[in-house]
C-alpha cells in the first residue's frame, strides 16, 4: 500500500492567517491526490481533487497543489469555519489511503 | 439533493456478525461505484470496501478481507455490509460514500468521496 505523511499533525492559527499543509507519498502518485475537511462529529466534506482542482461548493480560499510525491492544501485566508481536521488521501491504486490528519485549531 | 442514510450499527459480541446498510437517494444510484469508510475513535479515517455499479468488481482493504463482504441492490438504491469475525479493532463509525469518478489523461480513477452518510457507530466488545 502507498503510506501517506501528514505535516505537521496539528496546528494553532488565527482568523485570517495563510495556513498551508503538507502531504507526502511513498511513491509517485501523479496528481491523484484528494484533500478532504472533517469537523468533529461530522462526516468529511471533499474539498479538493485530483490535487488542484476545486469541488463544487467548496469556497476558493481553498486550494491544492502539487504532484507525484508531495502535495500541498492553503486555505489563504483562514476563516472561523474552516477549524478542522483535514486528511490527504492518494487514489493512484486501490486501496485507497488517507494521510494521519491535520488537526488545525484556534491560536 | 443527494442523501445517503447509514443503519444497522451496534453493539456486537467478539466473533459476531452484523450487516450495515445505506440506502441513497438523490441521484441515479446504479451509475456509482460506492464505498465504506470507517473511523475508529479518535482516529484516521480508512477505506475498507469499494464495489462498482454493477456489483461486478469490489475490492477491500487487507484488514478486513475475507471476513467482510459488500453488496448492493441497485432496486433498492442500497448498499450492504456484512461483517463477520468482528474483532474489538472494527470497532469504529462507519460511513457509507458515494465515488465521483474523475478523469486523467482520459483514464477513469475512482476513491474520490464525494458524498458521505452521517456514518453508523459499531462496537465490538464482550
Known amino acids: 500500500d502507498i503510506q501517506m505523511t501528514q505535516s505537521p499533525a496539528s496546528l494553532s492559527a488565527s482568523v485570517g492567517d495563510r495556513v498551508m499543509i503538507t502531504c507526502g507519498t511513498s511513491?509517485?502518485?501523479?496528481?491523484?491526490l484528494n484533500w478532504y475537511q472533517q469537523k468533529p462529529g461530522k462526516a468529511p466534506k471533499l474539498l479538493i481533487y485530483?490535487?488542484?482542482s476545486l469541488q463544487r461548493g467548496v469556497p476558493r480560499r481553498f486550494s491544492g497543489s502539487g504532484s507525484e510525491s508531495v502535495f500541498t492544501l492553503t486555505i489563504s485566508s483562514l476563516q472561523p469555519e474552516d477549524f478542522a481536521t483535514y486528511y490527504c488521501q492518494q487514489v493512484h491504486t486501490p486501496s485507497w489511503t488517507f494521510g494521519q490528519g491535520t488537526k488545525v485549531e484556534l491560536k | 439533493q443527494v442523501q445517503l442514510v447509514e443503519s444497522g450499527g451496534g453493539l456486537v459480541r467478539p466473533g459476531g456478525s452484523l450487516r450495515l446498510s445505506c440506502v441513497a437517494s438523490?441521484?441515479?444510484?446504479?451509475?456509482?461505484?460506492m464505498s465504506w469508510v470507517r473511523q475508529a475513535p479518535g482516529k484516521g479515517l480508512e477505506w475498507i470496501s469499494s464495489i462498482s455499479g454493477s456489483a461486478t468488481h469490489t475490492n477491500y482493504a487487507d484488514s478486513v478481507k475475507g471476513r467482510f463482504t459488500v453488496s448492493r441492490d441497485n432496486a433498492e438504491n442500497s448498499l450492504f455490509l456484512q461483517m463477520n469475525s468482528l474483532t474489538a479493532e472494527d470497532t469504529a463509525v462507519y460511513y457509507c460514500?458515494?465515488?465521483?469518478?474523475?478523469?486523467?489523461?482520459?483514464?477513469?480513477?475512482?476513491?474520490?468521496?464525494?458524498?458521505w452518510g452521517q456514518g453508523t457507530l459499531v462496537t465490538v466488545s464482550s
Open positions: 511513491e509517485a502518485i501523479g496528481r491523484h
Open positions: 460514500a458515494r465515488d465521483k469518478e474523475v478523469y486523467y489523461d482520459a483514464v477513469a480513477y475512482n476513491g474520490n468521496f464525494d458524498n
Open positions: 438523490g441521484f441515479t444510484f446504479g451509475d456509482y461505484y
Open positions: 485530483g490535487s488542484s
